[in-house]
C-alpha cells in the first residue's frame, strides 16, 4: 500500500502530484484493481498514506532549512513492521480475566495488560508493532480529559526557588544550578557484549538460520541498552518535575554535535534529545514549565563576572582571573543557563517546550517494559549547606519509589533537609 501510494506520487507531474485526501479517495478504486488490498482495514490503510505524506512534509522541512535531502523510498516488506488504526477498525475485549485487542481484518489477539486505560480516556488510535527482536507490542493513543490535566501557573508568577537550570553532558548527565550532578548510565559492559554478539554474527553466513538467531540476539543487547538509557531518563524527568516549576534546559543542537569529530559515539549513548522529549512529556503531565535556553557561551562565560574564560573540553574546572570563581565547570553552566533562562522570563521572551509523545504505552505483546512508577534518588539530593560543594548522584540511585533500596534506610528528602538545618 505505501510502495503503490509513494509510485502513484512519482509517476505523476511535478506540479500535479496527488494530495493525502486524493489518494485516500483513490483507496476503493485501487482495492478494485488490486484485491489483494482488500486484507487491509480501511483506516489502517489510510493512515499509511498519512504517514507517507507526513514524512515527504519532514523532507520537505529539512530542505528549506537548508539541508541535503533525498527522497522516499520504496520499502521491502520486511522493513515494514507496523500497521496502525485511526478511530475504528478495533476493539478492547476482556474474556475469563485475560485481555484482547481486537482489529478488523486480523482478529483478536491476547495482551500483557500492565496498566489500565481509565475509562473516561478516548483511544483514538492503537499501533500493532512487531521489534526486531521477534516481539510484537501494541501501543495506545489517547484523549485525556482537559479537567484531568494539572494547570501550568504562569511563568511570570513562579518564584525564583522553584526555577532551575539544567546543563547537560557525558560526564555528568545533567547538572543542576542547585548543585546536583546526575551520573550518566554505565553501559561499557553492554558495549562489551554488543560488540560479542556482533562478532560472532559476522562469523556466520547471512541469511541462514543461525545468523538469524544471532541476529535475534545482537537486537537484544540493543533493546537493553535501550531500555535502560530510557528508564533513566524517565525517572530522572520525575524528579526534576516534583521539584520544580519551571526547568531551563540548553537547547543543544545534536545533530551537528554528533557530526562533529570529538566524543560522537559518548554523545549518542546519553541521548539528549530524546530526554528533553521525556522531560517536556513528564512536565506537561505535572503542570511544569521546560524553556529551552540557548547554550552557546553557557560554558565559556563567568556566571559570577560575564568574563569569557575559555577552557579545553579536558578542564572540568572554571577559574575565573577577573573575580575570582573557582567551581566545576557544569557547575558555572548550569547557573549560566539559570540566569538566561531567568532574563527571558523577565524580557517576556520565554517559550515553553510544547513537544511531547504521543503514545500511550499501556500494554504489550512479549517481554515489555515495566509500568512507569514514581521515582526518587537513594541518595539525598540536597545541595551541602548551599555551598559550591556539589552533591554528586551516581545513575544506579535513581530508582523507584518503593524499591528494597529506599527501605534500607536512607534518608528521604526531607530527612536530609532538617539534619541540614539541624546541623547549622
Given amino acids: 500500500m505505501r510502495n503503490h501510494a509513494l509510485y502513484d506520487k512519482r509517476r505523476a507531474d511535478p506540479w ?27 483506516k489502517a490503510a489510510q493512515r499509511t ?35 496502525t488504526y485511526s478511530q475504528s477498525g478495533f476493539e478492547l475485549r476482556k474474556k475469563s480475566g485475560q485481555t484482547y485487542v481486537w482489529f478488523s481484518k486480523i482478529g483478536e489477539i491476547p495482551i500483557n495488560y500492565h496498566r489500565e486505560i481509565p475509562n473516561e480516556y478516548t483511544i483514538k488510535e492503537v499501533a500493532l508493532k512487531q521489534e526486531p527482536t521477534g516481539e510484537w507490542f501494541v501501543s495506545f493513543s489517547v484523549d485525556k480529559p482537559w479537567e484531568d490535566m494539572p494547570e501550568k501557573p504562569a511563568v511570570e508568577d513562579i518564584d525564583e526557588d522553584d526555577m532551575v537550570g539544567i546543563d547537560l553532558g557525558v560526564l555528568s548527565f545533567a547538572y543542576t544550578s542547585d548543585g546536583v550532578a546526575y551520573g550518566r548510565v554505565d553501559l561499557d559492559k553492554d558495549h562489551e557484549r554488543l560488540a560479542r554478539e556482533q562478532r560472532t554474527r559476522a562469523r556466520k553466513e547471512e541469511g541462514s538460520n543461525n545468523w538469524e538467531k544471532q541476529r535475534v540476539k545482537v537486537a537484544r543487547v540493543k533493546r537493553r541498552i535501550r531500555r535502560r538509557v530510557l528508564d533513566y531518563q524517565r525517572k530522572l524527568a520525575l524528579i526534576l518535575v516534583s521539584e520544580y516549576d519551571l526547568i531551563f534546559l540548553e537547547d543543544l543542537s545534536v545533530k551537528e554535535m554528533l557530526e562533529s569529530d570529538q566524543s560522537a559515539k559518548n554523545k549518542q549513548d546519553v541521548a ?47 577559574s575565573c582571573p577577573t573575580c575570582g570563581l573557582e567551581v566545576d565547570r ?24 510544547t513537544e511531547s509523545f ?54 528521604t528528602l526531607n530527612e536530609r533537609a532538617t539534619a541540614v538545618v539541624a546541623s547549622e
Fill in 49 to 83: 498514506i498519512t504517514q507517507l505524506h507526513r514524512d515527504q512534509t519532514g523532507l520537505d522541512e529539512l530542505t528549506a532549512k537548508g539541508y541535503e535531502t533525498g527522497r522516499l523510498k520504496w520499502k521491502p516488506p520486511r522493513e515494514f513492521n507496523s500497521v
Fill in 358 to 411: 504521543g503514545c500511550f504505552e499501556a500494554a504489550y505483546l512479549g517481554n515489555g517494559l515495566a509500568e512507569v512508577t514514581p521515582a526518587e534518588t537513594a541518595t539525598a539530593v540536597l545541595a551541602n549547606g548551599g555551598s559550591f560543594e556539589p552533591l554528586e548522584v551516581s545513575a544506579s540511585r535513581v530508582v523507584e519509589s518503593g524499591s528494597p533500596t529506599r527501605k534500607q534506610g536512607s534518608p
Fill in 16 to 42: 500535479n502530484e496527488p494530495s493525502e485526501y486524493t489518494q485516500h479517495k483513490r483507496l476503493t478504486q485501487w482495492k478494485q484493481e488490486w484485491p489483494i488490498y482488500n486484507e487491509v482495514h480501511s
Fill in 272 to 318: 539528549w534529545a530524546q530526554f528533553r522529549q521525556i522531560l517536556t512529556h513528564a512536565a506537561n503531565k505535572h503542570g511544569v514549565h521546560v524553556v529551552p535556553v540557548d547554550a552557546r557561551g553557557t560554558t565559556i562565560q563567568c556566571s559570577g563576572c560575564d568574563t569569557s574564560v575559555w577552557k579545553p573540553i579536558w578542564i572540568r574546572e572554571h
Fill in 330 to 353: 557544569d557547575q558555572n553552566a548550569s547557573w549560566n543557563v539559570l540566569q538566561d533562562g531567568v532574563e527571558l522570563v523577565n524580557a517576556g521572551e520565554a517559550e515553553a517546550d
